[in-house]
């Protein structure tokens, strides 16, 4: 985490539904450097990934975005100052329920007030005004980071000139929240979640597990495991006797991807960032998303999705384009036609880095 | 359960994969009265219901399939002689996991062998030979039943003259695999279910009910959800001060339909028709669905499908469709439009009731 940098806000951070926390840290990473002008490209993380969306001389390791980011790539460090911020709430470095309260001196756990993608997007200008910029040249928002991104430009309209948001939507679907309903009610039914009071050294694994199971069936899609998988059988000796389990490629596979996560991410702070992606409702500006999106003073939009996304469909994201359109000129929508679902921005870089790229070249 | 009725299996019943049952039985109900010509319905239900499908003078209780059954409708009672059979391995009169086994005396539990949908249907099977019957007019199966009712109609080519197949496929997707193991999972990491040797009158409550939420959320659909609940909430009575659920009456929802189910099913039952539904194949009658069509003796075929199906998604029954054409002169296809998903034969009456109708009244 050599590459991680703090702003500690003074004070209280009045929560959107409520509450305070009292003076908490926002960690980022940034990558190419300031101009005098406007260069700058502030990026909103999905529900789990840290600030790290690119490696750099400071922290060599692959980021999430380490085929976006880049000389001579989309989000070109020769020519913009990129800044990703780990949302509040999350647990690699800004504050979240893993954090001491500097009241109590303990953990918040679930003393931490309700958090909204509102106190997300505030997080992030925390981190703008922090680091002296009056404007940002573009803000991309990556699945939940779209939402945030929204709640940014709204907030924050004299900042905000462009938007990018990617595999996201204005509002969460009852599809979308009755799946993060029931990836809670996994992670919260574990025994040793301890309503929120696990000790840390031996948190909740189980139940994380089975809602990280889901969150890949959720993420990729139906015809990419199709192609991958089809009926591919594990070795009697992955089944281990089990009569319930492992027969099917597509079994051992998710199990591998479970494990890789379990134990990364903090239990409650996944809990308070899940409900917070069901909560938000970028409608409530005005009542309805055209109203919503004539608060808006941006000069240029960009809304990408993918048609095998089932979490973020696509006609949500072709109704927030088409709203955007009606007040921003300069708006673009493009339906991918990747078979990796939601994570396809994660994974089919050969796809989404021309999208990208056309679209800050045009500006 | 008055219109119950059972054949007992005289001797050992081999499984397809190994192992034998000691005289099992197979639960069924009958509706209208059988003739001399050819004129018995065979049904296979889903994973889940009974055999009572319809109501009667000796069970006046709402069936499963209330609106499909009975005089003047599409299976109409007048004409045809209903047979409904609960699958071998479940709970409601069929000889599985939470049976006695004659040998031991005590419940089989997870000492039942390996139970694949070949053997559901060969309990069919054994009901049709006991009544006496040659042939059946139609086989009809709906969801996993049409996987039970293609072995029927490849394992007694003789018997059968008609298939009817609904919101079914040859095969399951590696996504639909990933769901059902994933529901297992929840069960099995229940505390109570003690791997499998559950006291009956404690059995598990909560992994099954996380399971059937999940079941639910594959069983709709996405645009019913948005047109039913979008984002309308719950009181905050409803909430209970619960921060990370129940704000949306989506979740509501899935929490009584779920109460609804619990307790109702047998948890190893379960499990075991969970993992036939996975492992059947009904490619491996030759090597391809093109191979085993061709052994099928049928004079007529119908396979509906709904569009919104994510779980059988509408381009497998397609697949179905086009491979029964190749062979079966009388073969026709529907996709129909509802957007209640999977579910939506049980309760898009006016949708499926015409098609049903059609296809039987052509014959």
Redesign the interface.
């Known amino acids: 985490m050599k590459a991680t940098q703090y702003v500690k806000i003074d004070g209280k951070f009045q929560m959107h539904r409520g509450g305070y926390l009292e003076s908490p840290s926002i960690a980022y990473e940034t990558w190419g450097k300031k101009h005098t002008d406007c260069n700058a490209i502030l990026i909103f993380t999905g529900l789990s990934p840290s600030a790290h969306a690119s490696s750099s001389t400071k922290d060599p390791k692959s980021g999430w975005w380490e085929d976006m980011i880049g000389s001579g790539l989309p989000l070109d460090t020769d020519k913009y100052f990129i800044i990703c911020v780990n949302s509040l709430g999350s647990c690699f470095g800004s504050t979240g329920p893993a954090s001491i309260d500097p009241i109590s001196g303990k953990p918040y756990k ?1 003393n931490f007030p ?1 958090l909204s993608l509102e106190d997300v997007a505030k997080g992030g200008y925390e981190v703008i005004k922090s680091l002296g910029l009056k404007k940002v040249h573009t803000i991309i928002g990556c699945s939940m980071g779209g939402m945030s991104a929204l709640s940014f430009c709204i907030q924050f309209p004299e900042i905000s000139e462009r938007l990018i948001s990617i595999s996201s939507s204005a ?9 993060r ?2 990836q ?3 992670i ?2 574990d ?1 040793k979640w301890l309503e929120g009071n696990y000790d840390p050294n031996d948190p909740p694994i ?1 139940g994380p597990r ?1 809602a990280r ?2 969150g890949m ?1 959720t993420y990729r ?2 015809e990419e ?2 192609a ?4 591919e059988r594990n070795t009697l000796e992955y089944k281990d006797g089990d ?3 492992g ?5 051992s596979y ?1 199990q591998s991807q479970a494990e890789r996560f379990t134990g990364q991410f903090d239990a409650n702070c996944y ?1 308070y960032l ?2 917070a992606s ?2 938000f ?1 970028f409608n409530e500006n005005g009542g309805s998303l055209a109203k919503a999106c004539e608060k808006l003073k941006l000069k240029a939009s960009l809304v990408i999705g993918v048609k095998s996304d ?1 979490l973020f ?1 696509i006609h949500q994201q072709e109704e927030l384009a088409k709203n955007l359109g009606r007040v921003i000129k300069n708006s673009s929508f493009i339906a991918l036609d990747c078979i990796k679902g939601h994570d396809s921005f994660l994974v089919e870089m050969d796809a989404f880095r021309p999208v990208i790229s056309d679209f800050l070249e045009s500006q």
Chains 1, 2 share one sequence.
Do not use: T
Request: no cysteine; net charge positive.
């Open positions: 679930l309700v509002r969460a679907l009852p599809f979308s929240i009755a799946i309903s029931l809670r009610e996994m919260r039914r025994i189980e089975l199971k889901l069936i899609s139906a495991w199709e991958r998988f089809a009926r009569q319930f389990y027969d099917f490629a597509v079994e998710l809990l899940s409900r069901d909560l409702d089932f469909p």
